[in-house]
């Protein structure tokens, strides 16, 4: 269990929409407090690894330097360079051999290396939120009756999607049959599949078994929902209760259990973002986000 | 309900992907790569001096001291801050907009 010095506390959002006189269903305050938790734990995971990771590459020049990879003026000029990504304002002081790197402008996005850094990290974390908020809406009473099931569909168009020959990468075809076979079709459509769909109920396995990468995939983000890999532009659509009878996934009587989920990062996350930090450094983390 | 045709499908799902791209152009993006900037300050500072002082018994303490300096940064990280909210909206509208859709049936 990742645990945190912060009190978890309720952002904005959350309070406005405590404010809100009507709602759609019925959270106690109790999960409020729930989101609201795992909001902030997630944030200030998120937000300590990014510092982590920036230390960290500036750990490795200087190490490569003192090591005697590079020489003393080209591992300045790295470093220099790396500040520069940080904000650093080179117009308050640079040492005179690293007069080549090109001045800031005043009030310009100096940063834009930084903001690519953050990026990924940042659309990673929004769309988990996105459709963390998602799966909570979908697992009320009533979408549970009128919609128990989702489909895995393409939303966000990449240049280079996962399956085609310049990925050099399995496509979620595939994905989506191993991780079927590793849960016994448990909950998914076979029919569906051979009409190139990808259909499982909501409390069916094979979310979780997507999550873990289940086929030997290192990519995946370990959460039962999307996106279940790094960069993935796949995403959840509800699919109608008429829909899943015809598919054989739901009785016409019969109504689907809640599917799991939890917006913290979970224990295989922590580790494998511990794992590219120096030892010195991981130490550090593991004290700070220690339970 | 009437199917929508195939083309004006992918036409809704590209301005959607063209919506997501832009907002990662977005103020929010600016404001935590602003956040990221002020959190890393102090490493920075320490940083400037080492490589003023010149020498490389400076750098090796600078490169002993980030686990302490890392530790001061991420006592109170304001990225976090940024970041809460900005989940804590996208969670928010995507719980409202799937709900929504899923009662008009």
Request: aromatic content about 8%; overall charge negative; proline content about 5%.
């Amino acid at each position: 269990m990742i645990g945190f010095s912060h009190t978890p506390k309720a952002t904005q959002a959350l309070l406005q929409w405590r404010s809100r006189s009507i709602f759609p269903t019925e959270f106690s305050s109790k999960e409020l407090r729930s989101f609201s938790r795992d909001l902030r734990l997630r944030s200030v995971f998120s937000a300590r690894m990014t510092n982590a990771k920036a230390c960290q590459s500036l750990a490795d020049i200087v190490d490569d330097l003192l090591s005697g990879k590079y020489a003393m003026a080209e591992g300045r000029f790295r470093l220099m360079k790396v500040l520069k990504e940080l904000g650093y304002d080179p117009q308050t002081g640079f040492p005179q051999d690293m007069a080549n790197v090109p001045p800031a402008e005043k009030d310009s996005l100096r940063d834009l290396s930084s903001e690519r850094r953050i990026n990924l990290m940042l659309e990673t974390n929004e769309r988990m939120a996105a459709n963390y908020g998602k799966l909570k809406a979908g697992n009320t009473d009533y979408a549970l009756h009128w919609y128990p099931a989702w489909e895995l569909i393409r939303l966000y168009i990449r240049e280079v999607p996962r399956g085609t020959p310049e990925s050099h990468s399995d496509g979620w075809n595939k994905r989506w049959l191993a991780a079927a076979e590793a849960v016994g079709w448990e909950g998914v459509s076979a029919k569906a599949f051979d009409h190139g769909r990808m259909i499982a109920r909501k409390d069916s396995p094979i979310w979780e078994a997507l999550g873990d990468g289940e086929g030997g995939y290192a990519d995946a983000l370990h959460n039962p929902f999307p996106p279940f890999a790094f960069n993935s532009g796949m995403a959840w659509k509800a699919v109608p209760r008429k829909l899943c009878v015809e598919f054989s996934l739901i009785h016409a009587d019969e109504s689907s259990l809640p599917g799991l989920g939890s917006f913290d990062p979970t224990e295989q996350e922590f580790e494998s973002e511990m794992s590219n930090l120096s030892p010195d450094l991981e130490a550090e983390m593991r004290r700070i986000l220690a339970a | 309900m009437r199917e929508i045709p195939e083309h004006l499908r992918r036409e809704r799902v590209r301005k959607v992907a063209e919506a997501m791209d832009s907002f990662q152009q977005s103020e929010a993006i600016r404001q935590a790569a602003a956040a990221f900037e002020r959190d890393m300050q102090p490493i920075c500072k320490a940083l400037v001096e080492a490589l003023q002082a010149g020498d490389m018994e400076a750098l090796r303490g600078f490169r002993s001291s980030l686990p302490h300096l890392l530790a001061g940064v991420n006592a109170d990280p304001a990225l976090a801050d940024i970041l809460s909210h900005l989940l804590g909206k996208t969670l928010l509208d995507n719980y409202f907009a799937e709900a929504s859709r899923q009662s008009q049936v």
